[in-house]
């Protein structure tokens, strides 16, 4: 405050001095008051001796009496034409649970449809389905899920978790989610808790329309094939519990808003940089030991640097793909899912690729007998390859069109080979071979490639309203478009140098472009997914 | 059994079933009747007290510590509104409490694009006391005008209209309840005789035939809903919007009325209704005025006039009323849709003398029932000394002013005998430089108000801007030269009165950040600082005001001398106004004019009624389409200053501004879905995200107001009695970018 302005107003100064003096001023005494909480002091007490639930009396006839039989299951019961998308069992069960702020275990998705008076949008709430067949289950690396022989409740084992977050792939419905300050993915226990007491799980209770129920259900009842929803949801993946009841009839074309929702999945780049590397690698090892079993290049000098190449390579991806887990230090127990889980078996062949082609490029600068060297290539590339082959199926068999087994394989393997041929023009620059017939090779292989990925843009001219293809072509052309451009680029550079590749740094050039190329084709690979839960 | 399954049950330390991440989740039993929560949150006290969002006006019970601070909450089982429920609001209502961007500190700028500095409390009353009375010494006392809001207590909506208009000398000050419900205030002042709702929420579930008119009241009050819902006569559902909303998907009947043609609809039905003698005309004879000239002014609404202007069909038309009449008690029920409009107020009586004329009032399950949008805007109405003199008195009245001043015991020269300026009125002033000083209490009006642009140019003239909020960055607070920290909902006591009178307490249940302090307070220090603390020495804790504002009440339609302290108010589930001295314990549930008297002297009701009027926006070749502005979903709260902090309420609405747009005029215009679009109105222009969607009809598309963006757009015109602005219609064309 200005001098002036003080004088000015004398009026006030004396107020606010009369404020500040003596002991406390109204300020400190007011600051004081605002601190003091007095709810308690101020009002009696309700209900301070109840023990029993009074919501009980809203949510009694929403659950069953008894737990469920034999050949039974719990499973939650959603009354479509009672939903109006108020939304207050994702907040409730956040709050009931104590999960973290930005954590949701149930979710709302949006379908919208029809036309004139016939349109109709409808808010399907949905968490955990306590699949007869858990995927997340069966996925599972470490069997951090267990499906409750009695009750049916498919449970997540917080502490067996190692954060791989391979159950967010596995799962039809999106259900597992990825808790980053935990590390580790948590869901819904269809609130196994509550149920034991006969309460309702929190979803239940808080519904205004009650349109959420907990019944017992035959799991022979349980359907293995159609939708939950005509035209969504599809039941075939992982045999889901939940009913939706509806009397109003859904229109015919009703979809998923979520078609409009273009945002990118998660680049995962750990594993972008482990598929590729670990893919380079095996490629590597395998034109390395073709070359080393043909009569005209196993005196090549430069072989052996090729084999240690593949190592180096190959152990920077592994390593990498430990900074994708939340919980590395729990990883140990990977071997656990051995019997139904392709990423145990992954991480289980690769475990095993490691040692072998480690010993294989140490046989070349000590002297072992032949035969040896021989047997430990064969074996690397035999368990290199199955190692890819694990790869693929890690994500094959998620319910993921974009994904399916011949695209991911004939990307995976595509990598392999077209790194594996490009590893080996290095190599002969550098002993001085003649190139032209490998430089032809890999522009044909690599054309070939780039087209098959490209290929997944053709949806883009379909009239088809949506599609998870379609979803992905949209992914790539709009928001994904730079990384598309991007892997484009580097294929055309690869393409334009292929003909100037005489010396080795060429040669590297070519292969570093190629390399960067595969790059961000795995990381459209994992962003342009499309995951429309509600899919067919 | 397989190898692997016998190994691991054999080894437990294979399997950890529980350990510490495991019991961050562990459910305990809660007590105080709460089943299992949390176990991290078991409380050691509970007490409820009412949510601070919307007017709904639910029970939520706090989980308390040892400390009584607040650890949690539930919805109270056995409130008299909400029996068990609440929306995402008010389960996420302790979350924006302890948000970063709190306001804790008062905070000044020496100058206007200086960064703000941290004062203290002291030095922030005297630059506030400075400024403005510099400010009147120059420009008189009116040029310093105070703008309100309908989120802060009655307690201290009195405290703050009596501060300023009896004790700064100011005369202008309005609220921003003017933006939500001063149409419904107007329509019954002229029609009942008071501002009067007549219902209680038991009538939602008392109705036949229920009628919604212009809301949405799944997504904008869920717990009405609710009440709907738990309607055991299988009511018939009307709602009449142009969008087909979530509420109308699930009502049994849905008119899409074009846009601001209602006024027109409603004097149609009567016609019908009055051609067919389907009318109560018993209760009209005896308890309402002007039937002949209602009668001969609807005469000229013809069906077939009435289908073409409002795109209804005429054999709906028909379908409706007879509804109408058939239905044995009918409730009428509308909220922004019709209250946010240029000819509201008519609108509204529209539906009022649709109700008295069918005789469906004071019956329960009837009544024209106007669905408040702010947690306190019914308290603001009755006591923020702004539209009315304090208790629902007039200002022009000379012997409410005498009572007042007798009752407060202040000089009766103290009080304005002249109305104030309303909202627009107000900006309008800035603009032609009458008010120089503006106090902005708990509202956000550069993000809210119509035609946002001339807004924000108009902040930055003022000489001095006083922003007290509970934040310190809303969009208005960035151009304040002086932002006071106040303490929030939860955070303080005092009283709300809900959308069907109830009057209820709120406590204090969690410490303000820092400095900050209650409005309350803050009154109580601005009084003293500017030498007016003698007009207010019995106002010196929130539960005294109420007292004395109980007996302001005092033979007024809204006495509630009968009402004695908080704990009464906590006990009861809160009271419904009326509750005069020696009213006993009583029906929780109860509607108004049950004898059919209303509160005009005649105890007669009006039936109110003038010509439809152009729209003041008129669609032309350059903007083709008509912009619907709304709700967006029940996770957003208005200007989502608190929604929007918390992460879980976050996740349930669409993270863009999406713009509503059918798929004929996308596929005319080659509009894609999710695609960015301009949209330009007469008042300006932004870029949004399509949805394409066939709940809008053609030729109009709908943005939800809670985005900044939206008000750039709204025109700037205004019901012509209640001065409300028009947001729910202006021109605007789209265009592909």
Excluded at chain 2, 178 to 206: H, I, L, N, W
Excluded at chain 2, 396 to 417: C, G, M, Y
Aim: hydrophobic share 40%.
């Amino acid at each position: 405050m200005s001098i002036v302005s003080r004088k000015k107003n004398a009026t006030v100064v004396t107020s606010i001095e009369k404020l500040a003096s003596g002991e406390t001023t109204l300020i400190d005494q007011l600051l004081a008051e605002q601190q003091s909480l007095t709810a308690v002091a101020s009002f009696s007490q309700q209900h301070s001796s109840v023990e029993k639930p009074i919501q009980a009396r809203y949510y009694r006839d929403l659950i069953p009496l008894n737990d469920p039989g034999k050949g039974e299951q719990y499973s939650f019961e959603v009354d479509l034409d009672a939903c109006t998308g108020c939304k207050s069992c994702v907040t409730a069960c956040n709050s009931l649970n104590g999960l973290d702020p930005d954590e949701a275990w149930r979710d709302t998705h949006l379908l919208i449809g029809g036309s004139g008076g016939n349109s109709r949008r409808q808010v399907v709430t949905s968490a955990c389905h306590h699949c007869e067949d858990p995927t997340c289950a069966s996925g599972c690396p470490v069997l951090a899920y267990e499906k409750n022989p009695v009750t049916g409740i498919v449970r997540h084992l917080d502490d067996q978790c190692i954060g791989c977050q391979y159950c967010i792939l596995t799962c039809a419905y999106d259900v597992p989610k990825f808790n980053a300050r935990l590390g580790i993915v948590r869901k819904c226990d269809l609130c196994q808790s509550r149920l034991a007491e006969g309460e309702a799980p929190a979803c239940v209770q808080a519904c205004p329309n009650e349109a959420i129920k907990i019944r017992i259900i035959k799991t022979e009842n349980i359907p293995s094939t159609g939708h939950m929803i005509p035209g969504v949801f599809g039941s075939s993946h992982s045999h889901p519990s939940t009913v939706y009841l509806r009397e109003k009839n859904l229109p015919a074309d009703a979809a998923p808003d979520q078609l409009y929702e273009l945002t990118p999945q998660h680049a995962h780049s750990p594993l972008v940089w482990m598929l590729c590397l670990t893919q380079t690698a095996v490629g590597l090892f395998l034109f390395q030991f073709l070359l080393f079993q043909s009569s005209a290049f196993s005196s090549l000098n430069s072989l052996p640097w090729m084999a240690l190449a593949g190592l180096i390579t190959g152990l920077t991806g592994i390593v990498s793909s430990v900074a994708h887990l939340g919980q590395p230090s729990k990883a140990w127990r990977c071997f656990l899912g051995l019997r139904h889980s392709w990423l145990s078996r992954e991480i289980i062949a690769f475990g095993l690729w490691m040692p072998l082609a480690f010993l294989y490029t140490a046989s070349f600068w000590f002297k072992i007998p032949t035969a040896a060297t021989i047997i430990l290539g064969a074996t690397t590339v035999l368990i290199g390859l199955f190692s890819v082959f694990c790869s693929v199926m890690v994500y094959a068999i998620t319910p993921r069109p974009f994904w399916s087994f011949p695209r991911t394989a004939l990307r995976f393997f595509g990598t392999t080979f077209v790194l594996g041929v490009a590893g080996t023009l290095v190599l002969f620059c550098l002993s001085g071979n003649s190139i032209t017939g490998l430089a032809i090779t890999l522009a044909i292989t690599l054309t070939a490639k780039v087209a098959f990925d490209v290929s997944a843009l053709l949806p883009l001219t379909s009239n088809a309203d949506w599609s998870p293809a379609k979803h992905t072509a949209m992914l790539q052309w709009r928001p994904l478009r730079p990384l598309l451009i991007a892997r484009l680029f580097f294929y055309l550079i690869s393409l334009l140098l292929l003909p100037l590749a005489a010396t080795p740094i060429t040669a590297l050039l070519i292969f570093t472009t190629i390399f960067t190329g595969e790059l961000c084709a795995r990381s459209l690979f994992f962003r342009a997914v499309s995951t429309i839960t509600t899919q067919p | 059994m397989s190898l692997l399954s016998t190994i691991s049950k054999k080894l437990p330390l294979l399997r950890d079933h529980y350990g510490p991440i495991t019991e961050e989740l562990i459910r305990s039993p809660g007590g105080f009747g709460l089943g299992q929560i949390p176990g991290h949150r078991l409380p050691d006290a509970t007490t409820t007290m009412t949510c601070g969002f919307c007017a709904t006006g639910c029970g939520l019970n706090v989980h308390l510590d040892k400390n009584a601070h607040a650890i949690g909450l539930t919805p109270a089982t056995q409130y008299p509104v909400n029996s068990g429920m609440a929306c995402p609001k008010g389960w996420e209502a302790l979350t924006p409490l302890s948000a970063s961007n709190r306001a804790s500190q008062p905070l000044w700028k020496p100058t206007r694009n200086a960064e703000a500095q941290s004062v203290e409390w002291n030095t922030a009353l005297q630059t506030f006391c400075d400024r403005f009375k510099d400010i009147q010494q120059k420009h008189g006392p009116e040029s310093i005008a105070f703008l309100g809001t309908g989120q802060i207590c009655s307690e201290e909506l009195a405290f703050l209209g009596a501060l300023t208009k009896f004790g700064m000398g100011i005369r202008h000050g309005d609220g921003n309840t003017r933006q939500c419900m001063a149409t419904a205030v107007t329509a019954y002042k002229e029609s009942f005789g008071f501002d009067a709702p007549p219902y209680s929420y038991q009538d939602f579930e008392e109705s036949d035939v229920i009628i919604l008119i212009g809301s949405n009241l799944c997504i904008a009050h869920p717990i009405l809903w609710q009440r709907i819902v738990r309607n055991p006569h299988s009511p018939e559902i009307v709602v009449i919007d142009p969008r087909k909303t979530e509420t109308a998907d699930a009502a049994t009947q849905h008119f899409a009325i074009d846009p601001k043609s209602d006024l027109v609809l409603y004097y149609g039905l009567a016609n019908i209704l009055i051609q067919n003698q389907w009318i109560d005309s018993d209760f009209i004879r005896n308890h309402c005025n002007d039937f002949k000239g209602f009668a001969q002014h609807v005469e000229s609404f013809t069906p077939e006039i009435t289908s073409q202007r409002s795109g209804i069909a005429v054999e709906r038309l028909h379908q409706l009323a007879q509804l109408i009449h058939e239905g044995k008690r009918v409730s009428f029920w509308w909220t922004m849709g019709v209250n946010q409009g240029y000819e509201s107020t008519r609108t509204a009586q529209a539906i009022i003398n649709l109700a008295l004329i069918t005789g469906n009032i004071g019956r329960p399950g009837t009544g024209a029932n106007s669905i408040t949008g702010q947690c306190n805007a019914m308290g603001s109405r009755l006591f923020s000394n702004t539209t009315n003199l304090l208790g629902g008195h007039d200002f022009t009245n000379p012997e409410h002013r005498d009572k007042i001043a007798e009752q407060l015991d202040i000089p009766v020269e103290r009080i304005p005998s002249q109305n104030s300026w309303s909202y627009d009125q107000i900006i309008q002033g800035i603009e032609s430089g009458k008010i120089r000083g503006l106090w902005i209490i708990g509202t956000n009006p550069a993000h809210s108000w119509i035609k946002q642009k001339r807004l924000k140019r108009l902040l930055g003239k003022l000489d001095f801007l006083v922003v007290q909020d509970m934040y310190h960055d809303t969009e208005t607070a960035r151009y304040a030269d002086l932002i006071l920290p106040a303490a929030a909902w939860g955070e303080k006591d005092g009283t709300f009165i809900n959308s069907e009178r109830r009057i209820s307490v709120i406590k204090k249940i969690s410490q303000a950040p820092g400095q900050a302090l209650a409005d309350f307070h803050i009154f109580r220090l601005i009084a003293e600082a500017w030498g007016c603390a003698d007009l207010f020495t019995d106002w010196n804790s929130p539960e005294n005001v109420f007292k004395i504002l109980t007996r302001l009440t005092k033979d007024q339609p809204c006495d509630i001398t009968g009402i004695k302290d908080y704990r009464m108010l906590d006990e009861t589930g809160g009271i419904q106004w009326p509750f005069p001295k020696g009213s006993g314990p009583t029906n929780n549930q109860r509607h108004l004019f049950k004898d059919g008297s209303f509160y005009h002297t005649d105890k007669r009701a009006r039936l109110i009624f003038s010509d439809p009027q152009a729209d003041p926006d008129p669609s032309d070749e350059k903007f083709p389409f008509r912009l619907i502005t709304g709700r967006g979903s029940s996770a957003q709260w208005h200007t989502q200053t608190r929604t929007r902090n918390s992460p879980a309420l976050q996740k349930l609405h669409p993270s863009e501004l999406l713009l509503e747009l059918h798929p004929d005029d996308a596929a005319q215009f080659g509009i894609h879905a999710n695609s960015p679009v301009r949209i330009t109105s007469r008042q300006g222009s932004i870029t949004v995200i399509t949805f394409i969607t066939t709940n809008i009809q053609p030729g109009q598309v709908f943005l939800p107001m809670h985005d900044e963006r939206t008000n750039q757009l709204t025109h700037p015109s205004f019901d012509p009695h209640s001065r409300q602005p028009n947001y729910k219609s202006c021109a605007v064309r789209i265009e592909a970018i």
